[in-house]
């Protein structure tokens, strides 16, 4: 089975810190991908990697940067926590259309406080 | 742009059949998806159209019209279980080779005695 997991589950940050969110697939997937989930707004995407050192920006990437040194591992950034980035944030990963399905597999996420 | 609707809250008994809809505004996408999440829980992969019509795996069923900009979810035989909320996802035409998804917000499915 594929498993995703995610650095920590709860995390509360002060507002101006830098905080690293971690997420660690083990199924050699190409793709990676990090959402924030806040209630009736659904997933929205930040960021996604489709390679090692590669990245795109998604639909909401301001006040955020990403990270990803290995294959396996992709890191999200929040420079400098403000109280607007308090919510939930998952790490996804699938491997390439047409190769192993249209499926993103989701980490358990992480739920960032910051006060 | 890229807009996928669904309704909030969605309320059914056990045993029964429930449809959940997904209307979509896009300039062209290779499938509809659809995930579940239980509270607490990681989103889960439940089914895939990239054709018109219908895909049924178990008590689950997805359908795709193309030419009508929508698509549902089917549950049958309703269980406690299945009270999660249910989010569609389309994969945008421009995305590549990255599967990038694009989710709607999601609708609260809750299952009663």
């Known amino acids: 089975d594929v498993k995703v997991t995610q650095s920590s589950r709860y995390l509360v940050k002060r507002t101006g810190e830098k905080v690293f969110l971690e997420c660690v697939q083990d199924m050699d997937h190409e793709n990676m991908f990090w959402y924030r989930q806040d209630p009736g707004l659904g997933l929205r995407l930040i960021y996604f990697s489709y390679d090692v050192k590669m990245k795109e920006k998604g639909d909401i990437p301001e006040g955020y940067s990403v990270s990803r040194e290995k294959k396996e591992r992709f890191s999200l950034i929040l420079e400098s926590a403000s109280t607007n980035q308090t919510s939930m944030y998952l790490c996804?990963?699938?491997?390439?259309?047409?190769?192993?399905?249209?499926?993103?597999?989701f980490g358990p996420g992480t739920r960032l406080t910051v006060t | 742009g890229q807009s996928l609707e669904q309704p909030s809250e969605v309320t059914a008994v056990e045993g029964a059949i429930v449809q959940i809809n997904c209307t979509y505004q896009?300039?062209?996408?290779?499938?509809l998806s659809w995930y579940q999440q239980h509270d607490g829980g990681a989103p889960t992969f439940l089914s895939y159209?990239?054709?018109?019509g219908l895909e049924e795996t178990g008590r689950f069923s997805s359908f795709l019209s193309r030419s009508d900009s929508y698509g549902y979810l089917l549950l049958q035989e309703l269980q406690m279980k299945d009270s999660a909320s249910y989010f569609c996802?389309?994969?945008?035409?421009?995305?590549?080779?990255?599967?990038?998804?694009?989710f709607g917000a999601g609708t609260r499915l809750a299952v009663h005695p």
């Open positions: 159209n990239g054709l018109d």
């Open positions: 996802a389309v994969r945008p035409l421009f995305s590549g080779g990255y599967n990038k998804l694009i």
């Open positions: 996804a990963s699938s491997p390439p259309p047409g190769t192993g399905g249209y499926e993103q597999y």
């Open positions: 896009t300039s062209g996408f290779y499938g």
